[in-house]
T-cell receptor, first 115, second 113 residues
Framework: AQTVTQSQPEMSVQEAETVTLSCTYD???????LFWYKQPPSRQMILVIR??????QNATENRFSVNFQKAAKSFSLKISDSQLGDAAMYFCAYRSAYVPDKIIFGKGTRLHILP | NAGVTQTPKFRVLKTGQSMTLLCAQDMNHEYMYWYRQDPGMGLRLIHYSVGEGTTAKGEVPDGYNVSRLKKQNFLLGLESAAPSQTSVYFC????????????FGPGTRLTVL
């Protein structure tokens, strides 16, 4: 069975600095999708970034980028120039390309931004 | 364009009571999903729908029923609520399939006493 592990329950970063959130996953499948979602205090889940496993190039969205290491089954999220509005829970998620209902979320990392 | 909306935002039930959570989306999405989020855990899929009139079980379907009579609405029902169903419930929708970007509603906090 697939698993998603976020080993950092909480992290803090100084405003304007860079922070990396880690995510590892376990799967025997060759095709899948990986996501990072942000959940601010408002509770709404917001997609931050999406990576397709068959694409070697790391996805980037403005200040957010990933380091996707398929062989190591690692999918870390880097936030550059951290802003106060980045404070939230961040969830890593795995979605199978073969089984439509197989979406697995990690337990989340709470990110604090220090002014 | 309201996106994905959920009704109600909060609810308190007694054990054995029933209720229905309503999810509505105005993006003409085919796929809709219901998740639950418990403390210290990520989201878990309860049920989903791949189109009007269809439903399917997710990871944790027991104790819940769903209906998708209209494309824009996805209802989650609890026939006999139990304290174990205390959770935050999220609805989501996507245009094509699970791999597509999912848009989430604001959540419903349900407490079962």
């Amino acid at each position: 069975a697939q698993t998603v592990t976020q080993s950092q329950p909480e992290m803090s970063v100084q405003e304007a600095e860079t922070v990396t959130l880690s995510c590892t996953y376990d799967t025997s499948e060759s095709d899948y999708y990986l996501f990072w979602y942000k959940q601010p205090p408002s509770r709404q889940m917001i997609l931050v970034i999406r990576q397709e496993a068959y694409k070697q190039q790391n996805a980037t969205e403005n200040r957010f980028s990933v380091n996707f290491q398929k062989a190591a089954k690692s999918f870390s999220l880097k936030i550059s120039d951290s802003q106060l509005g980045d404070a939230a829970m961040y969830f890593c998620a795995y979605r199978s390309a073969y089984v439509p209902d197989k979406i697995i979320f990690g337990k989340g990392t709470r990110l604090h931004i220090l002014p | 364009n309201a996106g994905v909306t959920q009704t109600p935002k909060f609810r308190v039930l007694k054990t054995g009571q029933s209720m229905t959570l309503l999810c509505a989306q105005d993006m003409n999405h085919e796929y809709m999903y219901w998740y639950r989020q418990d403390p210290g855990m990520g989201l878990r899929l309860i049920h989903y729908s791949v189109g009007e009139g269809t439903t399917a079980k997710g990871e944790v379907p027991d104790g819940y029923n769903v209906s998708r009579l209209k494309k824009q609405n996805f209802l989650l029902g609890l026939e006999s609520a139990a304290p174990s169903q205390t959770s935050v419930y999220f609805c989501a929708s996507s245009y094509i399939q699970f791999t597509d970007t999912q848009y989430f509603g604001p959540g419903t906090r349900l407490t079962v006493l």
